[in-house]
């Protein structure tokens, strides 16, 4: 059997159970919360998520660039460096999540609870951003085995599998990417 299409196997393999782990970890990010230690506070870190998100959508469009005018090489490091701040963002965003409470759209009193009067204050624009950021989370958790897929045809060489794969998994990365910040800002005036 050819050696590519054995680091492909292998590779898929991992990538299947990375994902797992990650949207179990995403899963219980929310239900279960760790106590960080008097002082620490980890509420620095949504404005770096936003960060990272764009950062990633910037490159993507560069990958897109590169790859539309033949430069295969710039593609390839504009790609691991799109994987680079997704995976940063990951890392960030789990432990922000296990160790912080939730913020509310419209939560204007910090409180956890979103009160009738708080929710008539920001009207349809809840509904608004409950649909990008619903969207936003399912496509990324869907869409983060296909990513790793795509990036593992084109590492093991398997070029048509990966263009073809790339065609509907490129604008969903991407969507993700820009979303992100768009939720981050929409968010931004209830964070504590």
Request: aromatic letters at 14%; glycine letters at 6%.
């Amino acid at each position: 059997m050819n050696a590519n299409l054995v680091l492909a196997r292998k590779l898929n393999i991992a990538a299947g159970v990375f994902s797992v782990v990650v949207l179990l970890l995403v899963g219980l990010m929310r239900r279960v919360k760790i106590a960080l230690p008097e002082g620490m506070d980890f509420g620095f870190l949504p404005p770096l998520h936003a960060t990272l998100n764009a950062l990633t959508a910037i490159v993507l469009v560069l990958a897109l660039y590169f790859i539309k005018n033949k430069n295969v090489e710039a593609h390839r490091k504009s790609i691991f460096v799109a994987f680079g701040f997704s995976l940063l963002f990951l890392l960030s965003y789990v432990a922000y999540h296990f160790t912080t409470p939730e913020t509310i759209f419209g939560d204007t009193s910090g409180d956890g609870i979103l009160s009738a009067d708080e929710l008539l204050a920001i009207g349809s624009m809840r509904t608004v951003y409950l649909v990008i950021l619903l969207s936003h989370i399912a496509l990324a958790a869907l869409s983060l085995p296909f990513i790793l897929l795509t990036f593992i045809r084109a590492y093991t060489n398997q070029i048509a599998r990966h263009r073809k794969m790339a065609k509907w998994v490129y604008p969903i990365w991407l969507y993700v990417a820009i979303t992100g910040p768009i939720c981050y800002f929409m968010l931004a005036p209830y964070y504590p």
